[in-house]
């Protein structure tokens, strides 16, 4: 088998009402993920090729599915040192994740967090500089996943970036040895193997740019097991 089998099963990371120091132990695992395996390098990297090209200031971005929100309290720490103004729209649809979410930003004027469906932002059309979603495709089905797409191509003027972690062996087992090997948390311990085979294969990954009419999208490969969806302002190639 090319690749593990493809689970439809939920996450704890969706559910509601769960242990609140549990669930926060989750969150907590998945921004070690994105700081360990190179989400948060991933997305600031992006950035500042969207910077250097997007006239005007202050720099909108939107990430849709926020989680705790540590990639737009990254994306403030990454401006201040350059003198950049940003304003990060941080969008999530769970109550429970955006209190976490609130209690890590306090302090961080630069993010506004809202409750948003991922299917219906609540955002004019080509309204953000940039809009971005991190390793959070995976939650939702194919039709799903473009419908999310196609919102997020909607509301970006200067471009977007995608990104989720592929569904591969190496994924499957990293994730396996990751929170078993270096986490505690029995929720994490569950949804990072389950992450990996709930997302997509590389040609999945290409069908679902396809599905959603997303022209002009480059999808790279990040070395460490993610698909990356990038759509560079006024068809620039990034380099």
């Known amino acids: 088998m090319r690749h593990p089998p493809k689970s439809q099963a939920p996450e704890f990371l969706d559910m509601r009402g769960l242990e609140p120091r549990e669930f926060a132990g989750l969150l907590a695992a998945v921004r070690r993920t994105n700081r360990w395996y190179g989400g948060r390098t991933l997305v600031l990297r992006h950035l500042e090729r969207f910077a250097a090209v997007i006239p005007g200031r202050p720099l909108v971005i939107v990430d849709v599915a926020t989680a705790s929100a540590d990639i737009p309290a990254a994306i403030v720490r990454w401006a201040r ?3 950049l103004a940003v304003r990060v729209v941080a969008l999530d649809l769970h109550p429970d994740i955006l209190r976490v979410a609130r209690r890590l930003t306090a302090g961080l004027p630069e993010v506004l967090l809202v409750r948003a469906d991922a299917f219906a932002l609540p955002l004019a059309d080509r309204s953000a500089d940039v809009v971005l979603n991190a390793l959070a495709l995976h939650h939702f089905s194919f039709d799903e996943a473009v419908r999310v797409l196609r919102e997020i191509a909607r509301v970006a003027r200067g471009g977007f970036v995608v990104n989720d972690v592929l569904r591969s062996w190496p994924a499957y087992l990293g994730a ?9 948390n029995r929720l994490a311990r569950h949804d990072g193997p389950l992450s990996v085979r709930r997302s997509f294969t590389w040609e999945e990954f290409g069908a679902l740019a396809r599905a ?6 480059e999808i790279r490969r990040h070395r460490l097991q993610r698909a990356v969806l990038v759509r560079w302002p006024d068809g620039r190639d990034g380099r």
């Open 81 to 83: 040192t350059r003198g």
């Open 176 to 184: 396996l040895a990751d929170t078993w090997l270096l986490g505690r």
């Open 212 to 217: 959603a009419d997303l022209d002009g999208v």
